[in-house]
């Protein structure tokens, strides 16, 4: 007599669940053998899907794993594993909300600089694979007239990312990654913004990160908002005095434009 089978959908269906942590999904529908039986082949699977996620997540947060630790980080990753399974038909992606998952769940949430690490972690793999752009020259800068300055636009470079940390975070990735001693990050008096982009040099990329003072930061959030470089210079005068406005601006253009910020300039 012919056995019924489940249909394709209801059994791959079933086999996601089991993976993801139901046990009672897949019971009664694999056959052991004589070298094991069914519960210990399908662990198998379930252990080598946590296993490959666990290896994404090292990848992209290799410095997260030097601060925590191989045991910590394995107990960390099977529990945003467990609260966050991966959506994305790439790999890479997997990670993308586990700064928001170590703010949030217990006993991460009691280190916020855990959170904070992951973010820059993951803004400087981002940064790496963003899209490429040919960054803007000086002498494309100097060939603009004096008379159209003041309606200049500034297009950036798609790796730029700019984020706060209230605690000294991007200092402790620097030391980790130079093979220094490092104590714990320490918490700022207030949030201080990084700069995260990606400069190329023919075929070699490298990233980068940097803090930014008031006025540059509020200045680079504007320009990234479309404002002109009059208004910039104009803006500028709730951080320097207003003579010395126009040469502020100017400093910091300069700055992104040796940098690799900038990646187009329009001058209206």
Known sequence: MRRNTPALETLQADFQNYILGDDRAMAGKVRATAKA????????YRDGYA?????????????????LGDDDFDAMGRGYIAA?????????????RLADYLATAAPWSGTPALAELASLEWALAGAFDSADAAPVAIADIAAIA???????RLAFHPSLQVIGFAWTVPELWNALNAGEEAGAPEQRDAAVPFAVWRQDQGEER?????????????????????????ALCEGLCQFVA???????????LRGWIDQGLVAGVEAL
Do not use: C
């Open 84 to 96: 966050h399974p991966s959506k994305h038909f790439s790999i890479r992606w997997f990670g993308d």
């Open 51 to 67: 296993l490959r996620l666990l290896e994404a997540l090292e990848t992209n947060f290799s410095t997260l794993k030097q601060v």
């Open 146 to 152: 004096p008379e159209n300055w003041p309606g200049l």
């Open 242 to 252: 207003q003579d010395q406005a126009g040469a502020q601006a100017a400093g910091y």
């Open 206 to 230: 490298q990233n980068f990160f940097r803090s930014l003072d008031p006025g540059e930061a509020w200045m680079l959030a504007e320009a990234r908002q479309g404002a002109s470089f009059g």
């Open 37 to 44: 039986d069914a519960a210990t082949l399908l662990a198998v």
